[in-house]
């Protein structure tokens, strides 16, 4: 297949390496990395990612569905696989077979693993505010019953922030509470003598946020890649993050658009004045959200080209009136910088209403994924 040709993704496995590095620098010594590499590596592609994150010495890993999991092995990951979601019991024997970890969502959810037939391990995880998975950090008597089943290697312990994003007083007084119900429910644990399992509690935004913390691992998904989930998000750690990501397309045809003439499906776009216009071969189905309809713009030339008319599945019109060497075959950025000029993934979220992790996480499958 000729690379390059239609809609692809460029992989900047440098930057990706100086991310590893930065995280290194500001967690503490004992703590490792944990990627998450979930969603196909949010939308970046999971095996590339997977291996070259191996190849920098990471061997550490979690994903959400025993799919992904397996996915990875394939591809040759060896290390640690964690799944953070549910797994059926239907496919439990596909956890020891690919060696894979498995979050034990609750009580009821540990002793649906315990009555498999094969000890499986596990990661006990504790809900400490988020009220999403993991038993409750109060019903320390329950938590402790997990140890008590035979068939389960417990080697992790851990919970998730839900407002480490967030710079308000309230948002800081809730994750100091999530900390503390959960260091409470491991120092619990440890007097029980209950011991051998690592802890984590940290995404993103809670390394970001609280570099101090002191883990086993911290689990990074969205700032790995280089990119903060919204361009305003304000962040304590002082790091220097680099896009991972490039999106990239082509201009298909160009042609003149008459005053007064209106373009694409509903005609939501009316030409002010004579323009000349450009098709783009790339669309909603490979995750450009089709909220930028009107609204977002590209890079063509080094320079801006807005998004008029509404986005197609597969392709997208843009204004290419002021650049006069336009044509057919030449290249479109989405995402990534173009001379001087950049879009973050985060700056199309703002525009759609959402955050990166959702773009990124969207991108399709049509788009072939190139490390440069
Ligand atoms: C997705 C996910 C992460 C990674 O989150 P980021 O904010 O992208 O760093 C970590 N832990 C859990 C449980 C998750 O679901």
Known sequence: MYQRGRA????????????????????????????????????HGAALIGRALENMGISDFCVASLGEAIELRNAGITGQILVLGYTSPYQFSELSRYHLTQTVID????????????????????????????????NIEQICQIWKLKNLRITGVFSHLCTADGQSAADHRFTREQISRFNANIDFLHKQGFSGFKTHLQSSYGVLNYPELNYDYARIGIALYGVLSSPSDRISAKVDLKPVLSLKSRIECVKELHMGESIGYGLTFTAPKEMKIAAVSIGYADGIPRELSNKGHVLVHGKKAAIIGRICMDQLLIDVSGLPDISSGDEVVLIGCCKDREISAANIAEYAGTISNEILSRLGNRLERIPV
């Not at 649906?112 to 038993?135: A, W, Y």
Request: charged share 20%; glycine share 4%.
């Open 8 to 43: 692809w993704i460029e992989l900047n496995l440098s930057h990706l390496a100086h991310n590893v590095k930065q995280f290194q620098k500001i967690l503490p010594k004992t703590c490792a990395l944990m990627p998450a590499i979930k969603a196909n590596a949010y939308g």
């Open 107 to 138: 009580l009821s959810y540990a002793k649906q693993l315990n009555d498999f037939k094969e000890p499986v391990c596990v990661h006990v995880s504790i809900d400490t505010g988020m009220r999403r998975l993991g038993e409750r950090s109060e």
